[in-house]
């Protein structure tokens, strides 16, 4: 029989540090750079700037380059569907947007280089493109893109990692990087933001009502959900989607509103609010109060941005979150539009006229912090989410709930929006979208938008008095599922695939139980060590390969998309791959 040849050794990414260097124009600044080593194959490259005198940071650029060997994609916290030409990759980031990283993997899934910066405080952007001429990568990193107060010294320190891992454990070696730092410490995760909940936005955007939510929360305690999350509308009449009449935070629409998060509460459900961080409406009445003290204005949407570097707009925000946390007892915030904390062009970087702060992005830090720290203080469990792109490291420290950007209807955006998450987040919940389907649609089309998103936290947000009973059943088997594996799918060793073709398989292990879920058709392996394996069918196709290397005995049983059992046998496998058939939506499981 003939034999593949054996696969030579990589070659190993060669990089000159010495070559890694600062490109513009640095003013009154001076550069100094000093080269160390975390571990073998792991550097960091520590850029100093320093002036005699207070002056400007002007935009610069850290270049390198390195030849473009055994590469064949690439990811970063906006990874989507462009993630297979990496000619050309790009992402900016600051305080309240994405994450400054950039891994480049081979056709193995592992690293080649992780490329990441220290600071995620302020607005950065990492580029690289292939230069055809030499087939080599040139990354730039440009600094101080957005303006930024006056100072005598700033520093920022480059991290490459070139080891031989697979590319998500690169990127979760970062994560905890930026963990370690004192000013980065993630908030404390409690179990309750670990749990499905039932979210009004889809299901009912602005028109909601106490009663109709109460009684979707009946029906959704039912199904497994925890929580409710109340969207946008229960603080304004205006049902026209704007922001006009937002900034007062009184309940126009709820008025019992401390009656109806009583009646959440009876049901046994958390109660989380939805809040617009920096909105102030035109025609609210808080807009007068903060005249001379917005950021900006926001046209189409009839609201200004508040400038956080003024101490008596922070007090205003916290003092409301806690009005409410004192007054109706909710369990926590969602807060929205963070990324708006921005300094424009014509920002005026100064301290003074009333500002404790010139930069616009050290005030919004100072004002999370001091939002997560007095809400903790009076509910240390306290649910705090925030959606994409307001993630990264220091999104960490302020919130314990990330979900993912706005995919209604959409399974497959939705499982490459929580998988970017996962790969990043560490121990910080990830939450899905919130999904919808029409309920025309079967119960196998519907649950394609659940087993998507089934690495992380459910968040269901269709009509629930108005869905078939057969949806109704399916979404009670997949939640009693996901609640019984909660601990293997959030917290066991996550295994992303392949970036490039939307992650087509994505597994979980922990304590030996491995959940594998399946959105094209390719086999899986049944490891030795491996004692219950579940194989969960979220492809257009009913087979199921699995490959065994040794001989398995033991149970196998198969349950459509309702949990119902359509057969059940022992079985003994030998070495090689058999053949499974798997009704849609459901899965196969294998029990030493």
């Known amino acids: 029989m003939y034999e593949i040849p054996k696969e030579k050794p990589k070659v190993p990414l060669a990089i000159n540090l010495d070559s890694i260097k600062i490109d513009g124009e640095l003013g009154a600044f001076s550069v100094s750079k000093k080269i160390s080593s975390e571990i073998t194959g792991v550097n960091l490259i520590t850029f100093t700037f320093s002036s005699d005198k207070l002056s400007t940071l002007q935009p610069v650029d850290i270049k390198f380059n390195f030849p473009s060997i055994d590469i064949n994609g690439y990811w970063n916290t906006t990874t989507a569907v462009d993630k297979v030409n990496y000619y050309n990759s790009k992402v900016s980031s600051r305080i309240s947007s994405n994450a400054p990283i950039l891994c480049f993997y081979n056709n193995q899934l592992d690293n080649r280089i992780t490329i990441a910066l220290s600071d995620a405080l302020n607005k950065s952007t990492i580029q690289s493109y292939l230069k055809e001429e030499d087939v080599h990568f040139y990354p730039t990193i440009r600094l101080f893109e957005d303006k930024m107060p006056k100072t005598t010294s700033y520093s920022v320190t480059l991290r490459i990692d070139t080891r031989k891992l697979p590319y998500h454990k690169t990127i979760d070696d970062v994560a905890s ?66 922001y006009a009449y937002t900034g007062d935070w009184t309940p126009d629409r709820i008025p019992e509103m401390k009656e109806f998060v ?53 007090e205003y925000i916290i003092n409301t979150y806690e009005k409410a946390l004192k007054e109706w007892n909710i369990d926590g915030f969602k807060l929205d539009f963070i990324g708006w904390f921005v300094a424009k062009e014509d920002t005026k970087l100064t301290k003074e006229d009333g500002r404790d702060f ?39 420290k302020y919130g314990n709930m990330f979900r993912g950007v706005d995919a ?13 998450l996962r790969i990043l987040s560490q121990n910080t919940a990830v939450h899905s979208d919130m999904f919808i389907w029409r309920n025309e649609e079967t119960p196998e089309i519907a649950a394609l938008q659940i087993l998507n998103i089934l690495y992380s936290v459910p968040q269901l947000s269709v009509k629930l008095n108005e869905v078939p009973e057969e949806h109704l059943t399916m979404i009670r088997h997949w939640f009693s599922y996901w609640n019984e594996n909660r601990e293997v799918l959030l917290d066991g060793n996550f295994i992303p695939s392949n970036p490039a073709s939307n992650y087509p398989h ?84 294998f029990t030493k």
């Not at 209604?408 to 970017?420: C, D, G, K, S």
Request: charged share 25%; hydrophobic share 35%.
């Open 177 to 242: 990087w930026w963990a370690q730092n004192p000013d980065y410490k993630p908030m404390f995760v409690p179990e309750d933001s670990k749990k499905p909940m039932y979210s009004t936005w889809y299901s009912y955007h602005q028109n909601i009502s106490a009663n109709a939510i109460i009684s979707e929360c009946k029906i959704a305690k039912s199904l497994g959900c925890e929580a409710v999350i109340i969207d946008d509308g229960w603080q304004t009449n205006d049902n026209n989607r704007g």
């Open 262 to 314: 009583e009646a959440v509460h009876n049901e046994d459900m958390k109660f989380i609010l939805w809040y617009s961080l920096p909105f102030v409406g035109e025609k609210s009445k808080t807009f007068s109060r903060f005249k001379g003290k917005y950021l900006r204005y926001w046209e189409s949407q009839g609201t200004y941005v508040l400038d956080p570097r003024y101490p008596e707009t922070r």
């Open 408 to 420: 209604p209807n959409n399974a497959i955006a939705n499982r490459l929006e929580v998988t970017n």
């Open 506 to 589: 994505l597994t979980s292990i922990k304590n030996g139980v491995q959940i594998t879920t399946l959105y094209e058709d390719t086999p899986v392996l049944l490891d030795d060590n491996i004692e219950r394996l579940d194989i969960i069918n979220a492809k257009s196709t009913n087979e199921i390969f699995l490959k065994t290397e040794t001989q398995f005995n033991g149970k196998m049983i198969v349950s459509d998309c309702y949990g119902t059992l359509i057969y059940e046998q022992e079985v003994a496998c030998e070495k090689g791959i058999i053949e499974i058939q798997v009704p849609k939506s459901g899965y196969v499981r």
């Open 358 to 396: 010139a930069s616009v992005s050290n005030a919004t830090e100072k004002l999370m912090t001091d939002i997560t720290a007095r809400l903790s203080s009076l509910k240390p469990n306290i649910l705090i989410e925030f959606r994409q792109p307001y993630i990264g490291p220091i999104m960490r």
